[in-house]
Nanobody
Framework: QVQLVESGGGLVQAGGSLRLSCAASGRTFTTYSLAWFRQAPGKERDFVAAVTWIDGNIYYADSVKGRFTISRDNAKNTVNLQMNSLRPEDTAVYYC???????????????????WGKGTLVTVSS
């Protein structure tokens, strides 16, 4: 069992930065790939970024590539999402998730995530 708790959301102006953190509990943290998804108002939940457990590979959605950086700290059981050059369209609830999958194809799909946090709201004003 893995519990995930996100923090770091808030209100920021366009062009600004935020850093999201996800604290995980559980003895097998290192055997889970970790991902961030987001859900904008009235829209489906979409993949943002992921880091695998097996080789540390990192994947990003095209919409955030070059602006967002995901990182994991196995010693602290945390995964972070550094978000720079934020845009109003980045406004969403951001969710941390964990899964045993590690291929890019599988990590893109929320149905493959085994555990979810409750989410943290990011609002980017124009």
């Amino acid at each position: 069992q893995v519990q995930l708790v996100e923090s770091g959301g808030g209100l920021v102006q366009a062009g600004g930065s935020l850093r999201l953190s996800c604290a995980a509990s559980g003895r097998t943290f290192t055997t889970y790939s970790l991902a961030w998804f987001r859900q904008a108002p009235g829209k489906e939940r979409d993949f943002v970024a992921a880091v695998t457990w097996i080789d540390g590979n990192i994947y990003y959605a095209d919409s955030v590539k070059g602006r967002f950086t995901i990182s994991r700290d196995n010693a602290k059981n945390t995964v972070n999402l550094q978000m720079n050059s934020l845009r109003p369209e980045d406004t969403a609830v951001y969710y941390c998730s964990a899964t045993n999958y590690y291929s890019r194809y599988d990590l893109l799909k929320e149905v493959n995530m085994k555990y979810w946090g409750k989410g943290t709201l990011v609002t980017v004003s124009s």
